[in-house]
């Protein structure tokens, strides 16, 4: 089991920024960790992803130029570092993680452990 706890939603105006953290119980080489959002009636969408092994990344193209994900080994955190921030970003934004991922995954039907969802809005 894999407990996650995610911080740092809330409301920000258009060209704004906020940081998302997502906690981790445990962490390894083998590990993805994506960052999720939904919009009510919406399907759930992959924002960013990294296999914390290599650090390779992957961006929804929406985000990419925008949005930085990156991980901390030590605390056991990854962040997703946004700029710029458009109305269309508001959402539901949810932390995941897949343990024996060994290697990058984007879509949420690969990943085994999901945060409780911070809510992100922006607003002009």
């Known amino acids: 089991q894999v407990q996650l706890v995610e911080s740092g939603g809330g409301s920000v105006q258009t060209g704004g920024s906020l940081r998302l953290s997502c906690a981790a119980s445990?962490?390894?080489?083998?590990?993805?960790m994506g960052w999720f959002r939904q919009v009510q009636g919406k399907e759930r969408e992959c924002v960013a992803s990294?296999?914390?092994?290599?650090?390779?990344?992957y961006y929804t193209d929406s985000v990419r130029g925008r949005f930085t994900i990156s991980s901390d080994a030590a605390n056991k955190t990854v962040y997703l570092q946004m700029n710029s921030l458009k109305s269309e970003d508001t959402a539901m934004y949810y932390c995941?993680?897949?343990?024996?991922?060994?290697?990058?995954?984007?879509?949420?039907?690969?990943?085994?452990?999901w945060g409780q969802g911070t809510q992100v809005t922006v607003s002009s």
């Open positions: 995941a993680a897949e343990p024996l991922s060994w290697g990058l995954r984007r879509s949420q039907t690969d990943f085994s452990y």
């Open positions: 990294i296999y914390v092994g290599l650090g390779t990344t």
């Open positions: 445990a962490y390894a080489f083998s590990t993805c």
